[in-house]
C-alpha cells in the first residue's frame, strides 16, 4: 500500500484549515468532509448493519433517530473544538461509506485527557484498503493540522481488522483494559506526532 498503490498517502488537505472554515480532505480515493442532512439516511444503514457495530460500544446498532443524534453531535463537536469526525465519501461514485475522524473517549475515563482515532465503514466497502487510507488522513489531520501530539486508538479485543489498521499506521501497543459500561476487552494503542510515517 501507499502513494502509487492504494495511495493511502496522497493525502490533500483541500481547504486552509482556519477557524470557521469547513475542512476538506482528499485521499487517492475518498473525500473526508463535515456533515450534511443527506448523510442521515446513508449513515444509518450503516449503524443498522450488525455486523459493522459489533465490536463498537456493546455491539447494539443505531437507528435513523439515533444517527441524527449522532450526526448533530458530531458537528457540534467540530463547531465547539474545530476538529471531530468526518463523513467519508467514495471519490468515484460520490456515495457516503462510513466515517473517520477524531473523537474524546470519554467512556474511557482512565485514558483522558486524550483523543482519539476511530473508523468505521460499511459492509460493502470493507476490504480495499479504505480503512486504512482514511485512518492515515485522519492522523494527519490530527496532527499536521490541530496540531495534536499524541493520538490513540481503542479496539475491542478480536477485532482484528481495525486493530491491523493501528498496526499499519505504526501505533504501539499502550495498554489492555476493560470497557467499565460493557465489561467488554479492550486494547489501546497510541502515536505520536514524532512517530507518524505515511503507511507503505
Ligand atoms: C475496521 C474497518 C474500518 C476496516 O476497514 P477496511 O477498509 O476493510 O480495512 P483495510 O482494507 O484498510 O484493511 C486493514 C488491514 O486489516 C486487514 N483486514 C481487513 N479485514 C480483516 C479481518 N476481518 N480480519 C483480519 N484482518 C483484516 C487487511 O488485510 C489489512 O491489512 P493488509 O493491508 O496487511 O492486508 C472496517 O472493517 C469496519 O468499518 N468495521 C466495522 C466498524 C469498526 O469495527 N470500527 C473500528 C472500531 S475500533
Request: proline fraction near 4%; aromatic fraction near 6%; charge should be neutral.
Amino acid at each position: 500500500m501507499g502513494g502509487a498503490g492504494r495511495g493511502g498517502s496522497d493525502v490533500r488537505l483541500l481547504m486552509t484549515y482556519k477557524d470557521g472554515e469547513r475542512p476538506v480532505i482528499e485521499t487517492s480515493r475518498l473525500t473526508l468532509r463535515r456533515w450534511t442532512e443527506d448523510d442521515v439516511v446513508p449513515l444509518s444503514r450503516v449503524n443498522g448493519d450488525p455486523a459493522v457495530m459489533r465490536w463498537i460500544g456493546d455491539g447494539s446498532v443505531r437507528d435513523e433517530e439515533q444517527t441524527r443524534a449522532g450526526i448533530r453531535a458530531m458537528e457540534e463537536r467540530w463547531e465547539a473544538t474545530g476538529s471531530g469526525i468526518f463523513a467519508l465519501q467514495e471519490r468515484a461514485t460520490g456515495r457516503l461509506i462510513g466515517l473517520a475522524g477524531l473523537w474524546t473517549p470519554d467512556f474511557l475515563p482512565e485514558l483522558l485527557p486524550c483523543v482519539e482515532a476511530v473508523w468505521r465503514l460499511g459492509r460493502s466497502s470493507w476490504g480495499r484498503g479504505f480503512g486504512t487510507e482514511a485512518a492515515e488522513a485522519v492522523m494527519r489531520f490530527g496532527f499536521q493540522q490541530c496540531g495534536l501530539d499524541r493520538i490513540v486508538g481503542i479496539v475491542q479485543k478480536g477485532n482484528d481488522a481495525s486493530e491491523n489498521i493501528m498496526k499499519k499506521l505504526g501505533m504501539r501497543r499502550e495498554r489492555d483494559t476493560t470497557d467499565p459500561a460493557t465489561g467488554r476487552a479492550l486494547r489501546v494503542y497510541e502515536l505520536t506526532r514524532a512517530e507518524c510515517r505515511p503507511v507503505d
